[in-house]
């Protein structure tokens, strides 16, 4: 399975801005899917923002207009601007990634979490 390594996270005032990165972890024939998950202690993950196989973005409805997802496929990176962050984006956040390796076989990764925190 691909290793996917988040980094960027960290803690910001209510009103700033951080941004999400997530690398696979070795070279990876094509990207299928890529998305961004954030988790509460004790909650369901919860969707944030995705770019389907067709190239459309998808964002749930509390951060639309505030964070961007975007993908460098010859990186093998995904990446997750975030802007005007408030206390309600603190959580634990996740990447998701499908694609197909150099061996032909398909992967659906996971990243290890990173933490965001906004607070005064």
């Known amino acids: 399975q691909v290793q996917l390594v988040e980094s960027g996270g960290g803690s910001v005032q209510p009103g700033g801005s951080l941004r999400l990165s997530c690398a696979a972890s070795?070279?990876?024939?094509?990207?299928?899917?890529v998305a961004w998950y954030r988790q509460d202690p004790g909650k369901q993950r919860e969707f944030v923002a995705a770019?389907?196989?067709?190239?459309?973005?998808q964002y749930a409805d509390s951060v639309k207009d505030r964070f961007s997802i975007a993908h460098d496929i010859s990186q093998h990176t995904v990446f997750l601007q975030m802007t005007n962050l408030q206390p309600e984006d603190t959580s634990l956040y996740y990447c998701?990634?499908?694609?197909?390796?150099?061996?032909?076989?398909?992967?659906?990764?996971w990243g290890q979490g990173t933490q965001v925190t906004v607070s005064s």
């Open positions: 070795e070279r990876i024939l094509s990207i299928h899917t």
């Open positions: 998701n990634m499908g694609g197909r390796k150099l061996d032909s076989f398909s992967f659906d990764s």
């Open positions: 770019i389907t196989r067709g190239g459309v973005e």
